[in-house]
């Protein structure tokens, strides 16, 4: 679900890349980091997560990146190896605007991919969605392996719906920029299609992919724009380190929407109220954080539905502040 940051005019995106482990998802991320000039993307950083390693970058896309008079950010996230814990997936592609699926090509990993894919689809009914709903790619990676698995069975059995699909190798680059731009095309697509208003509305991009992409064999892997080639950077230029971030956070990264420097907190039960000032102190959620915190109103209220409204808030501690999004659910029924 993509989320407006009224303070910053901006829109961010998630872009999950999802598959069994081993298949290449966190080479993929580093290829595209590496090609990627610094001043289109933020700083690779990696975090422990329920056991397992996440990693996580943003960036802005190219040429027509901006939608409504905000600049769109697309956050892109992976868990490296295979993840035991069910819950670090799930939360990772809690309000996913799309999805690259990652399949290996090795001789012996179709059961793999089949079992990896089945697991995708059950996590994201659990928000509502499925891969018809929302903008995915299939990318068939390791395609450089002197065995691999027949591409043309693995498409068959991977790809019923005929989803775009990539022969690609992370290990050389080769279909991960396309991958990417592609699905990244479609995101923008159902953004701009979905309006200002929509997106502020909380209805995500579900039903927004375009069924002309469907085909029954693999999508061509498109050129690369020179609007698009200007934000690669030159392979000569050295990569940027991983920043590690501490496992523990103040803030509870479980309740987080990942993917947006907004995070979306819920209410259930709220009372109206009046606020005589538009600062509001509250406690600081642990001791890590020595600084006072403070809430203050950054825009107007934002109705999201039927007893919904969204306020978009900036958190401050001393010299550091951080957007939030919060959506309050209110009733007015006596009790």
């Given at each position: 679900?993509?989320?407006?940051?009224?303070?910053?005019?901006?829109?961010?995106?998630?872009?999950?890349?999802?598959?069994?482990?081993?298949?290449?998802?966190?080479?993929?991320?580093?290829?595209?980091?590496?090609?990627?000039k610094?001043?289109?993307?933020?700083?690779?950083?990696?975090?422990?997560?329920?056991?397992?390693?996440?990693?996580?970058?943003?960036?802005?896309?190219?040429?027509?990146?901006?939608?409504?008079?905000?600049?769109?950010?697309?956050?892109?996230?992976?868990?490296?190896?295979?993840?035991?814990?069910?819950?670090?997936?799930?939360?990772?592609?809690?309000?996913?605007d799309?999805?690259?699926?990652?399949?290996?090509?090795?001789?012996?990993?179709?059961?793999?991919?089949?079992?990896?894919?089945?697991?995708l689809?059950?996590?994201l009914?659990?928000?509502?969605?499925?891969?018809?709903?929302?903008p995915?790619?299939?990318?068939?990676n390791?395609?450089?392996l002197?065995?691999?698995?027949?591409?043309?069975?693995?498409?068959?059995?991977?790809?019923?719906?005929?989803?775009?699909?990539?022969?690609?190798?992370?290990?050389?680059?080769?279909?991960?920029?396309?991958?990417?731009?592609?699905?990244?095309?479609?995101?923008?697509?159902?953004?701009?299609?979905?309006?200002?208003?929509?997106?502020?509305?909380?209805?995500?991009?579900?039903?927004?992919?375009?069924?002309?992409?469907?085909?029954?064999?693999?999508?061509?892997?498109?050129?690369?724009?020179?609007s698009?080639?200007?934000?690669l950077?030159?392979?000569?230029?050295?990569?940027?380190?991983?920043?590690e971030?501490?496992?523990?956070?103040?803030?509870?990264?479980?309740?987080?929407?990942?993917?947006?420097?907004?995070?979306?907190?819920?209410?259930?039960s709220?009372?109206?109220?009046?606020?005589?000032?538009?600062?509001?102190?509250?406690?600081?959620?642990?001791?890590?954080?020595?600084?006072?915190?403070?809430l203050?109103?950054?825009?107007?209220?934002?109705?999201?539905?039927?007893?919904?409204?969204?306020?978009?808030?900036?958190?401050?501690?001393?010299?550091?502040?951080?957007?939030?999004?919060l959506?309050?659910?209110?009733?007015?029924?006596?009790?």
């Amino acid at each position: 679900m993509a989320l407006v940051n009224q303070a910053k005019r901006e829109i961010n995106a998630k872009i999950v890349f999802f598959g069994p482990g081993g298949a290449g998802k966190a080479t993929n991320l580093k290829h595209i980091f590496g090609k990627l000039k610094p001043e289109f993307r933020g700083f690779m950083k990696s975090m422990k997560v329920q056991g397992a390693r996440m990693l996580f970058f943003d960036f802005t896309p190219p040429g027509d990146g901006n939608l409504h008079g905000f600049r769109v950010r697309i956050h892109v996230y992976t868990i490296s190896g295979q993840v035991g814990d069910a819950a670090a997936w799930k939360m990772v592609l809690k309000g996913v605007d799309g999805i690259v699926f990652v399949a290996d090509a090795g001789p012996k990993r179709l059961d793999a991919n089949l079992e990896s894919l089945d697991t995708l689809a059950s996590y994201l009914q659990g928000y509502g969605q499925s891969l018809s709903l929302v903008p995915t790619v299939l990318q068939l990676n390791k395609s450089e392996l002197s065995d691999p698995f027949e591409l043309g069975e693995m498409e068959r059995m991977l790809n019923p719906a005929g989803l775009p699909s990539f022969r690609a190798s992370s290990q050389s680059g080769q279909g991960v920029l396309q991958t990417l731009l592609t699905l990244v095309k479609t995101v923008l697509s159902g953004l701009r299609e979905k309006g200002l208003e929509g997106i502020s509305a909380g209805d995500g991009l579900q039903g927004m992919v375009s069924m002309a992409a469907v085909a029954s064999t693999p999508a061509p892997e498109p050129e690369i724009a020179p609007s698009a080639a200007s934000f690669l950077r030159d392979s000569r230029e050295a990569d940027s380190p991983i920043e590690e971030l501490p496992s523990q956070f103040p803030w509870n990264v479980a309740a987080e929407t990942l993917g947006s420097e907004a995070r979306e907190f819920e209410t259930r039960s709220f009372e109206p109220r009046s606020f005589d000032s538009q600062v509001l102190q509250v406690e600081a959620p642990s001791a890590a954080r020595e600084e006072e915190l403070s809430l203050e109103l950054a825009g107007a209220p934002q109705p999201a539905g039927p007893g919904l409204f969204r306020l978009p808030l900036t958190i401050r501690a001393g010299a550091r502040s951080k957007s939030v999004l919060l959506t309050l659910t209110i009733s007015l029924d006596d009790e």
